[in-house]
T-cell receptor, first 112, second 114 residues
Framework: GENVEQHPSTLSVQEGDSAVIKCTYS??????FPWYKQELGKRPQLIIDIRSNVGEKKDQRIAVTLNKTAKHFSLHITETQPEDSAVYFC???????????FGGGTRVLVKP | DAGVIQSPRHEVTEMGQEVTLRCKPI?????LFWYRQTMMRGLELLIY????????DSGMPEDRFSAKMPNASFSTLKIQPSEPRDSAVYFC????????????FGPGTRLTVL
């Protein structure tokens, strides 16, 4: 089955700096890659996703890049703010809507 | 829309007891997913349904776990008998195939088995 690895497990950045989280996947047939943000005690919420026919996608301060050849994708957060502090999960699946395999999560702390 | 609804939000029980977790997906959604979240294992998919039919239950840890979806607006996850290692947060999520790929998570049920 699919295996998704996520790095780093924790990330501390100064407010205003950028944060980058990287994920690798094992199943070359995977074609849907969402990112979820989970605040303490809350539910995971989708913040951005990308499909395998696209190399990059941006939404305001958040961007995701995908390298299908290398089987890795990354989340970039620019101009970080304290409210960006949370755990971020990457995931992969073969077809949108089917079973998602999650990475282990990255705890991001934005220091004011 | 009220979003995905789960009950109870917290459950504390003793080892050996039966536990039933409930989920009401967003109205009109045709996929329903059950996840378990622990510090050790992270977020893992247990089972998912499409149009009330179980499609993949390969993530169900063992026979003590069972899930049903008797209709489009209700699903249950049952653990019988419960064990301390079942302690986790259980999330239900739903999705509408025609509206895209986003899975909407419920607030979760925090289960503690003593």
């Amino acid at each position: 089955g699919e295996n998704v690895e996520q790095h780093p497990s924790t990330l501390s950045v100064q407010e205003g700096d950028s944060a980058v989280i990287k994920c690798t996947y094992s199943d070359s047939a995977s074609n849907y890659f969402p990112w979820y943000k989970q605040e303490l005690g809350k539910r995971p919420q989708l913040i951005i996703d990308i499909r395998s026919n696209v190399g990059e996608k941006k939404d305001q301060r958040i961007a995701v890049t995908l390298n299908k050849t290398a089987k890795h994708f990354s989340l970039h957060i620019t101009e970080t703010q304290p409210e960006d502090s949370a755990v971020y999960f990457c995931a992969a699946s073969r077809a949108a809507g089917n079973k998602l395999t999650f990475g282990g999560g990255t705890r991001v702390l934005v220091k004011p | 829309d009220a979003g995905v609804i789960q009950s109870p939000r917290h459950e504390v029980t003793e080892m050996g007891q039966e536990v039933t977790l409930r989920c009401k997906p967003i109205s009109g959604h045709d996929y329903l997913f059950w996840y378990r979240q622990t510090m050790m294992r992270g977020l893992e998919l247990l089972i998912y349904f499409n149009n009330n039919v179980p499609i993949d239950d390969s993530g169900m840890p063992e026979d003590r776990f069972s899930a049903k979806m008797p209709n489009a607006s209700f699903s249950t996850l049952k653990i019988q008998p419960s064990e301390p290692r079942d302690s986790a947060v259980y999330f239900c999520a739903s999705r509408w195939d025609r509206r895209g790929d986003t899975q909407y998570f419920g607030p979760g049920t925090r289960l503690t088995v003593l």
